[in-house]
Structure formats: structure tokens, C-alpha cells
């Protein structure tokens, strides 16, 4: 697994990131600390470029409150809250006590632990406990594969007219077009892929940005 965005070759890769805005020191550190901590699960970050895209959605979104699926080490959850409204709050979901240790660490350095809610246990679970009326102006889905469907179905009702819904890893590395990858996980995305999109409560569309990202509009 790779953190760059997929099919492109490496001199446009970076092409793309030295025309586009830089990641600052914090995030670069936290990419850093991940490597070394966890050498091989680096990949379960997503990449800069995506990282400052999904910033750039919270804020022409005008986003206030959101839910992310998937903390790993905080680091998409630190480029949506930096692009949150004023009080803003993300509350982010995970299982992992030690990946999401580093995570605190981050979001502390960062100023933004009075923002992030970071709850441990299944997050389908977490969803289900939260009132199911519309509260979230933005979502990123970024978990176990096999769950895309169920937690879209918890969060479309939980989002507000509007509301924006982010899923990662929507090629699965490119395995969705090719008929002999049939594990649990790239079933999971062909499935949700077109759940997704025959659903008339959201338009969605994919961009080919890092693993394919999932955009859709709740109306
Ligand atoms: C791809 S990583 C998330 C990467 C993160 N968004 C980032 O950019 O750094 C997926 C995360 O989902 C978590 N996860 C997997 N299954 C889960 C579940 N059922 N409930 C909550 N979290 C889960 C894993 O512990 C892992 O940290």
C-alpha cells in the first residue's frame, strides 16, 4: 500500500505536490512517527494530497459538526478538523487503543483536542447509540470495507440537508474491476460502490484521488 493517489507515475506525483499547498510540520512529523512506530501500516494513512483536499471540502462545505470511521494515527482527522467552522467538532471513531494513543498526541500538539471526540469500540455500535436524527454536516468513512453499507445506512439519516459524505479506498487498489478478486473487503467496496450510487437519498461520485474517495451530497 502506497500513500500517493493511484496510476499516476511518480514524476506527476511529484508534480502534483509541489503545485499544490504543502503539508506543515506537524503532519509531516505524524507521518514520520507512524513510520516508525508502525512501519508496515504506514499505508492506512491517507495521503497528503487527499489530506488537504478533505480539509478543503469541510471548509467550502462550511462544515461545523462531523463523524469520521477510521482513526488509525489522527491524521485525517486533523486535516477535517482544521477545516471546520468555528466550534466545530469531529468526533472520531476507532478500536484501536494504540494506534489512536498517537493520535491524541497529535491532536493535542495540534490545538485541537477541545474538537475531536475520540470514542473506542466498534463504530457501527457508536453510530447506532447516537439519536438518529440529522446532526453531522460531513462524514469520512475510512474503516473495515465489509461495513461501508451499514455505517452509510446509520449516517445518512444523522446528516443534515446537504450534508457531505466522504468514503475512502472506493478502487480498492484497483481491485474492483478485476473479476478474480473476490475477498471480503473489495466485495464489500463493489457492493457499497453501487449502493451508493443507486441511492436516491445522496448523489455520489468518485474521484481518483489517493485509493478512489467517495463524494456524495446527502439532499
Ligand atoms: C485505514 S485506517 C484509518 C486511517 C485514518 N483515516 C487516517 O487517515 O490516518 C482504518 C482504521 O479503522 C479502524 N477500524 C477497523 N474496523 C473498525 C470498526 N469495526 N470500528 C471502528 N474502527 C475500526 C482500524 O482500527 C484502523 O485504525
Redesign the pocket.
Known amino acids: 500500500m502506497t500513500r500517493t493517489s493511484e496510476n499516476l507515475s511518480p514524476e506527476l506525483y511529484e508534480y502534483l505536490l509541489a503545485h499544490s499547498e504543502p503539508v506543515d510540520e506537524l503532519l509531516r512529523d505524524l507521518v514520520a512517527e507512524?513510520e516508525q512506530r508502525f512501519p508496515d501500516?504506514v499505508?492506512?494513512?491517507?495521503g497528503p494530497e487527499?489530506?488537504t483536499f478533505m480539509r478543503m471540502v469541510a471548509q467550502l462545505a462550511g462544515a461545523r459538526d462531523a463523524v469520521?470511521?477510521?482513526?488509525?494515527?489522527?491524521?485525517?482527522?486533523i486535516?477535517l478538523a482544521r477545516g471546520l467552522a468555528p466550534g466545530g467538532t469531529l468526533l472520531s471513531?476507532?478500536?484501536?487503543e494504540e494506534?489512536?494513543s498517537v493520535?491524541r498526541s497529535y491532536w493535542q500538539r495540534a490545538g485541537l483536542s477541545d474538537t475531536i471526540t475520540l470514542r473506542?469500540?466498534?463504530?457501527?455500535?457508536?453510530l447506532r447509540e447516537l439519536d438518529r436524527e440529522p446532526r453531522f454536516d460531513l462524514a469520512?468513512i475510512?474503516?473495515?470495507k465489509e461495513?461501508y453499507i451499514d455505517y452509510w445506512e446509520e449516517l445518512v439519516p444523522r446528516m443534515r440537508s446537504g450534508g457531505t459524505i466522504l468514503a475512502?479506498?472506493t478502487f480498492s487498489h484497483g481491485r474492483v474491476i478485476d473479476p478474480a478478486a473476490t475477498s471480503p473487503a473489495v466485495e464489500g467496496i463493489r457492493k457499497f460502490n453501487v449502493h451508493a450510487r443507486d441511492d436516491g437519498r445522496a448523489e455520489a461520485v468518485i474521484l481518483p484521488i489517493g485509493d478512489g474517495l467517495t463524494l456524495a451530497r446527502v439532499r
Do not use: H, K, V
Not at 68 to 77: D, L, P, V
Open positions: 507512524t501500516r499505508g492506512l494513512q491517507i487527499q489530506g469520521e470511521i477510521g482513526t488509525f494515527t489522527g491524521y485525517s482527522a486535516c471513531c476507532d478500536l484501536s494506534w489512536t493520535a473506542l469500540g466498534p463504530a457501527l455500535q457508536t469520512f475510512d474503516a473495515d461495513g475512502d479506498n
